[in-house]
């Protein structure tokens, strides 16, 4: 039988396919508060969407730790990361925004647009305003609402690099990263259960998105061992799906008080990573479609997005309805993916080699 790993080495696979996916579907989660209309709830479509990117991060970045050095594997994450990241910055405080003003004639200024640059240049999330140029929006709080999770991954990017450094660990990867992936869930379970150390999402991020990364970590360690079998998909799907609707039904605010039986968002939390990991390497082994091998949009969609559906906010696209609105936000987001992909990431990615002493050629 084959293994999972095997139609997953190389380019050659349809992970970034699925990635595109993962970022649209952040994008149709978002079209219901950012247009401000009302719609019957989906459950947490974008968390399990942000949930995938850091599953498949913490799997394709174990690979690249242990081929290469910590210099060179630093290198390659932050040419990944942040040239597309500044540009996009740049481009929402220089040109969007702007365009913003000509509807809500809000004052805008250069400086204005470069504090706001500076001030999220460092992955950490600063203030996402601009003054009021988002004034008359249905949410006017940010504009651009996604990057916080740069900083999560930025840490597991850091997390992997060290962890995988010790040539004790690479050889024992498979037991210690299998518990490192327990150790990460039982923590968000002490989170929010017995403990219940926070009531606020975005300080919930840190034990949440671990646990994620630390599975598809885990789930590398064991690639040569796993089947890729599509019953065993099938059964990471029926304790997904459950797990789903159990989150998605958990409506409500959480009581302020430890309990040892927390609510259904966090039991998705604790133990979705691992068959959500699964299924996700198992597709992207099995399915034929190869859209992004060459031309990776992905991390465009998703930096590019919130500001264009702010930008159609502005304009009054909600009137169109949600659908059009979700419809039409794609249409928009992903050129400017394309743009950034071919005028700033790839070219960044060029870079990657740099310094390195070419192999000697074979006579």
């Not at 029926?238 to 039986?261: C, F, K, S």
Request: with cysteine; charged share 10%; proline share 7%.
């Amino acid at each position: 039988m084959a293994r999972l790993a095997d139609p997953l080495r190389g380019r050659d696979n349809a992970l970034n396919f699925l990635r595109l996916l993962l970022a649209i579907a952040v994008i149709v989660d978002h079209s219901v508060p950012l247009s401000g209309l009302s719609s019957p709830r989906r459950g947490p479509l974008s968390d399990v969407a942000v949930d995938g990117f850091f599953v498949l991060s913490g799997y394709l970045v174990s690979g690249s730790r242990v081929r290469m050095s910590g210099p060179r594997y630093t290198w390659h994450r932050a040419l990944r990361i942040l040239p597309g990241l500044w540009v996009c910055l740049l481009v929402t405080g220089l040109v969007i925004a702007p365009l913003a003003t000509l509807r809500t004639h809000e004052q805008w200024s250069v400086e204005l647009a470069l504090r706001y640059v500076a001030q999220n240049a460092t992955l950490y999330s600063m203030p996402d305003t601009m003054g009021h140029t988002l004034a008359h929006v249905p949410l006017p709080s940010a504009w651009n609402g996604s990057l916080w999770t740069l900083w999560y991954e930025s840490l597991g990017y850091l997390a992997a690099g060290l962890l995988l450094w010790p040539s004790f660990v690479r050889r024992h990867a498979a037991p210690i990263l299998v518990t490192v992936a327990v150790a990460a869930a039982l923590v968000v379970y002490l989170a929010h259960g017995p403990l219940f150390v926070t009531t606020n999402h975005y300080r919930e991020a840190p034990t949440r998105l671990a646990c994620f990364f630390a599975a598809g970590m885990a789930l590398w360690a064991l690639r040569d061992r796993l089947p890729s079998s599509g019953r065993l998909a099938l059964a990471a799907l029926a304790i997904g799906v459950p797990l789903y609707v159990a989150g998605a039904l958990d409506t409500g605010p959480h009581p302020h008080v430890a309990t040892w039986m927390p609510g259904g968002l966090t039991w998705m939390y604790v133990l979705l990573p691992l068959p959500l990991g699964y299924l996700l390497l198992w597709l992207g082994g099995v399915l034929p479609v190869r859209l992004g091998v060459r031309n990776d949009i992905s991390y465009g969609v998703y930096i590019y997005a919130w500001p264009m559906q702010q930008l159609l906010a502005v304009f009054g696209g909600q009137r169109l309805g949600l659908t059009a609105f979700t419809l039409l936000a794609v249409a928009v987001t992903v050129p400017m993916a394309w743009l950034s992909w071919t005028l700033v990431e790839k070219r960044m990615l060029r870079l990657k080699d740099l310094g390195r002493t070419p192999a000697p050629v074979a006579a």
